[in-house]
């Protein structure tokens, strides 16, 4: 996985971006962007994935370094593409370079940075009622929002779409189900 960080998000955690390297290669579904940001007294670090715009939350408690950064982002990913059944097919979709290395790199996309501030502007709008399911309930409602970056097409969406095409690709195959009611992607469409 290849992050970009912000500088803010890098200051928070003591990580030295100068030294990071500006990532020239692209690593189509290895590159998520991350910043922090406080909501309700909280720490929160949001995590953007920047071919999607697939946005993954989680408290900032106990990331101190990159490797507790990486292992705070497995444990949102886990959490939100675990249940629907995703979660398996995008590790499978990885490269052996993206999955094996965590790489922290600065921020390179303007778009993906303006979108996390968007994401970070609608997420104040909801008060956190302290039930423990807040991240889920944010990542479930910032990822059925239509984007304009995306032609107005909603994160959930074009992470499918990203997925099935690099897993056929490889050879894989990946069959969500078309109809919205499903259980298994109401994490995906509890908002539509």
């Known amino acids: 996985m290849r992050f970009h960080l912000t500088r803010k998000l890098a200051a928070a955690i003591k990580c030295d971006l100068q030294t990071a390297p500006a990532a020239?290669?692209?690593?189509?579904q290895g590159n998520w962007y991350a910043n922090i940001y406080t909501q309700d007294r909280r720490p929160r670090i949001l995590f953007v994935h920047e071919a999607s715009l697939l946005a993954l939350l989680?408290?900032?408690?106990?990331?101190?370094d990159?490797?507790?950064?990486?292992?705070?982002?497995d444990e949102a990913l886990r959490g939100y593409l675990g249940p629907v059944g995703l979660l398996e097919p995008y590790l499978l979709s990885l490269d052996d370079n993206e999955a094996l290395s965590n790489e922290i790199c600065r921020t390179g996309s303007r778009s993906v940075l303006g979108v996390m501030n968007e994401y970070i502007f609608m997420s104040r709008d909801v008060i956190d009622d302290n039930s423990g399911n807040f991240n889920l309930y944010m990542m479930e409602y910032l990822n059925v929002m239509p984007m304009g970056p995306l032609k107005m097409a909603r994160p959930c969406d074009r992470f499918i779409e990203i997925l099935?095409?690099?897993?056929?690709?490889?050879?894989?195959?990946?069959n969500p189900p078309s109809d919205r009611s499903d259980p298994a992607m109401m994490a995906f469409y509890r908002f539509s």
């Open 164 to 174: 099935s095409a690099r897993l056929a690709r490889i050879g894989g195959r990946l």
């Open 66 to 73: 990159g490797r507790s950064l990486a292992a705070a982002f």
């Open 24 to 28: 020239e290669t692209p690593a189509p």
């Open 58 to 64: 989680c408290y900032k408690r106990g990331v101190t």
